[in-house]
């Protein structure tokens, strides 16, 4: 590489979502863009790894580190932010057919992030499907089926009077509450006391609606942004299908991230993977830029513009950020299993009877019996649940008190992939079990109840492979300041919650591509001006007007063709 082509006007510094959504807008903007990782795969904490390169993942983070000959900074911030790591010892074969995510969400039909894939053309390099059931587990009722639709409702076997109150509410949630009556003064209430308050809603259905389709953490979620995140989800529905959610083929958030690096590199976008960044000088003065040295590589980099994920940001520049004085750290203890049997939902229900996906069954009297001796109903429920096709996505809510063992106060979720999302080899499925906790809390002891429950659903006893750690998630209570000499922006943070990642994402990297474009805008402001005509201004020919740069322009010809690169 020619010093030429080291110069750029930007270096990025990791390649997960928010970095390679920024990467690919400001490659297609026209700005030269270095993007670098020191890992040999693209994601960065929303990867997608084979098996092996799990298990790789998971030693790389938990060996002791006196048995490293060389310790990167970035290994050392990694094993700060992934803690108490275990994993099965013997790795299943064919590893390499299973494509695991480190960050698994569901993606909003409608939404920032939906809107960028389409307009980016990000889109067309990947696949997805809907999510095909939500569901809901208690102690005493099992795994119910959550009805996330006016149709569900009807089907469903609650009363007139709880169809009645529920509509209400999904009228009220899916239009302009924040002015409403019933919100007036309870926008901080907790989210379970305003339905029951407000719509006399029973426990059983508040925790659907809480939890399942709200999404709520806790029961102290406060109710306007619960009704908000509720708002959304139902606009989602119908746009591709009955849930407002899809699925990633490949894993996901990892497989979408690689897309954005695509899009930048087709944009002229430069990608050096599994490269140690040895040092990087910052400029001394505005008109000076960044100098990156890598390790084994020719010739430095130059950019007059630095971003980087807090992890892969040099120790060297640390000293050169204005850290926020309080940051808000949020635990989360995860697991990923394999099995090799599915979740077994139960059959739909509807106002005819039982459905088991196109198997109906008509209701019963109470004291009928078939020929065996035993309750007709629970012959046909025996046999809807044996011929209902098989769930390949799906997501199961643990409310609080609802497992035995398990917490009082939190919630926990399982979601699921199979075959159907090319993230596992057929027969087998990926589990994502994940529960929110606290310092001091052992988080397998937390756990294990609901993976006991989790894998009681499909029948096994034992997952073929587990990987079990605590991520910390550190949120600053303000933004990191940006100094003006030298222009370093890092990245944040991503939420934990599974339906809110991929939008925040999109948020913060939209963000990212405007500040970075208002500071060189600001460098060569003569660069961002065009002069008017005195027909076009009205004036006499000597009127600028500022270039707006949007973070997606219009697709061309071949890239509307989707053409293959």
Same mark, same amino acid.
């Given at each position: ?8 006007? *930007? ?18 903007? =026209? ?43 970035? @290994? ?65 009722? =099992? ?162 513009? !630095? ?12 000293? !050169? ?14 697991? %990923? ?5 599915? %979740? ?9 009877? @039982? ?16 020929? =065996? ?16 096709? @098989? ?39 990926? *589990? ?37 750690? *605590? ?22 943070? @991503? ?24 500071? !060189? ?21 000597? *009127? ?22």
């Amino acid at each position: 590489m020619s010093d030429l082509e080291g110069n750029f006007d *930007v270096i990025i510094l990791g390649t997960g979502l928010v970095e390679s959504i920024a990467a690919a807008a400001l490659s297609k903007a =026209g700005f030269k863009v270095a993007h670098l990782d020191n890992n040999s795969y693209y994601g960065g904490d929303e990867a997608n790894l084979t098996l092996d390169e799990l298990a790789r993942w998971a030693d790389n983070r938990s060996t002791p580190l006196e048995k490293y000959e060389k310790i990167s900074s970035y @290994l050392v911030a990694q094993r700060t932010k992934f803690t108490s790591i275990t994993r099965s010892s013997a790795v299943p074969d064919h590893a390499r057919h299973y494509s695991i995510s480190l960050a698994p969400s569901l993606i909003p039909s409608v939404g920032p992030f939906i809107s960028s894939l389409i307009a980016s053309g990000v889109s067309r390099y990947g696949g997805y499907r809907l999510l095909e059931r939500v569901g809901i587990y208690s102690s005493s009722k =099992g795994l119910q089926n959550v009805p996330g639709s006016k149709g569900d409702i009807f089907k469903s076997t609650l009363s007139l009077i709880e169809k009645r109150r529920l509509m209400r509410f999904f009228k009220f949630a899916t239009g302009k509450f924040e002015s409403s009556n019933e919100l007036q003064g309870h926008e901080q209430t907790p989210f379970p006391e305003f339905l029951q308050s407000k719509f006399s809603l029973p426990q059983e259905i508040v925790d659907a609606i809480v939890y399942a389709l709200a999404f709520c953490a806790s029961t102290a979620d406060v109710t306007l942004h619960a009704l908000t995140r509720l708002r959304n989800y139902f606009q989602s529905a119908g746009r591709y299908g009955a849930s407002p959610f899809l699925v990633g083929h490949y894993g996901g958030l990892g497989e979408i991230a690689q897309g954005f690096c695509r899009v930048s590199a087709v944009n002229g976008g430069v990608y050096i993977l599994d490269k140690k960044t040895e040092d990087i000088t910052p400029p001394s003065t505005s008109a000076d830029k960044f100098v990156a040295h890598l390790a084994d590589f020719p010739s430095p980099l130059t950019a007059g513009v !630095l971003i980087a994920a807090d992890d892969q940001l040099p120790e060297s520049l640390q000293p !050169l950020l204005t850290k926020a004085q309080n940051t808000d750290e949020s635990l989360m203890a995860r697991c %990923i299993a394999i099995i090799d049997q599915p %979740i077994l939902f139960p059959p739909v229900l509807s106002s005819e009877g @039982l459905s088991g996906d196109g198997v109906n069954f008509a209701p019963v009297s109470s004291g009928e019996e078939d020929a =065996g001796g035993q309750s007709s109903a629970s012959t046909r429920l025996a046999s809807a649940l044996a011929e209902a096709p @098989l769930v390949d996505t799906s997501i199961i809510i643990f409310p609080p008190c609802s497992v035995e063992g398990g917490s009082s106060i939190k919630v926990a979720q399982a979601f699921t992939t199979g075959a159907g999302t090319f993230s596992a080899p057929e027969g087998k499925y990926v *589990v994502y079990v994940s529960i929110p906790i606290k310092d001091g809390e052992d988080p397998e002891a937390l756990m294990e109840p609901y993976l006991n429950t989790v894998f009681s659903l499909a029948s096994v006893s034992e997952p073929l492979f587990k990987v079990a750690y *605590v991520q910390h998630i550190s949120f600053p209570s303000s933004s990191t300041p940006t100094i003006d000499l030298p222009p370093i922006f890092v990245t944040p943070a @991503l939420p934990p919650h599974v339906a809110e990642i991929s939008d925040y994402a999109n948020s913060a990297a939209e963000s990212l591509f405007n500040r970075v474009v208002d500071h !060189l805008k600001a460098k060569i402001p003569q660069a961002w001006t065009r002069e008017r005509s005195g027909e076009e201004g009205g004036g006499d020919g000597d *009127v600028f007007a500022e270039i707006m740069v949007p973070m997606w322009p219009p697709l061309g010809d071949e890239e509307e063709a989707g053409e293959d690169e």
